[in-house]
């Protein structure tokens, strides 16, 4: 969020960048179970990329900080966190046979997915996608 405020006594416009944590908060979230995924991802306005994985998965504990570093900018873009172990319901829906699992949804569709560890460079095209297809 860009703000510009008007200093009185120089009579200068002062640009200052602020953040509101809320609004970078409420854009990852923790499923638990199908009925907040109904909720979060399928019903959402915002695309949302859902990251399935598993705490014992080493590869995990190195996409997740990454996905959630490289959607932080955008707020177009939601993150939702589905550990497999929990929602097997959910693992069996989507046909999930490795983590981590990424899957990207618009308007309650999968529209993109990926297997495994990938490079940033893959997960910001999927962003730059998701993003496009938003604006158009």
Not at 18 to 27: G, N
Not at 45 to 62: G, L, R, S, T
Not at 72 to 77: F, K, N, R, V
């Given at each position: 969020m860009l703000r510009i405020f008007r200093n009185a006594i120089l009579?200068?416009?002062?640009?200052?960048?602020?953040?509101?944590?809320?609004?970078i908060a409420a854009k990852r979230y923790v499923i638990k179970d199908?009925?907040?995924?109904?909720?979060?991802?399928?019903?959402s306005d915002n695309p949302v990329i859902v990251n399935f994985h598993a705490e014992w998965c080493d590869p995990c504990k190195i996409l997740t900080p990454k996905m959630t570093e490289l959607l932080e900018p955008s707020e177009e873009i939601d993150l939702?966190?589905?550990?497999?172990?929990?929602?097997?319901?959910?693992?069996?829906?989507?046909?999930?046979?490795?983590?981590?699992a990424i899957l990207a949804f618009r308007n309650g569709v999968v529209v993109d997915k990926f297997i495994g560890l990938v490079d940033a460079n893959m997960i910001e095209n999927l962003i730059g996608k998701l993003t496009k297809k938003k604006t158009t």
């Amino acid at each position: 969020m860009l703000r510009i405020f008007r200093n009185a006594i120089l009579d200068k416009r002062i640009t200052r960048k602020t953040f509101s944590f809320s609004a970078i908060a409420a854009k990852r979230y923790v499923i638990k179970d199908h009925y907040e995924f109904d909720q979060k991802v399928i019903n959402s306005d915002n695309p949302v990329i859902v990251n399935f994985h598993a705490e014992w998965c080493d590869p995990c504990k190195i996409l997740t900080p990454k996905m959630t570093e490289l959607l932080e900018p955008s707020e177009e873009i939601d993150l939702a966190i589905v550990d497999v172990d929990d929602n097997a319901e959910l693992v069996q829906t989507f046909e999930v046979k490795a983590v981590p699992a990424i899957l990207a949804f618009r308007n309650g569709v999968v529209v993109d997915k990926f297997i495994g560890l990938v490079d940033a460079n893959m997960i910001e095209n999927l962003i730059g996608k998701l993003t496009k297809k938003k604006t158009t």
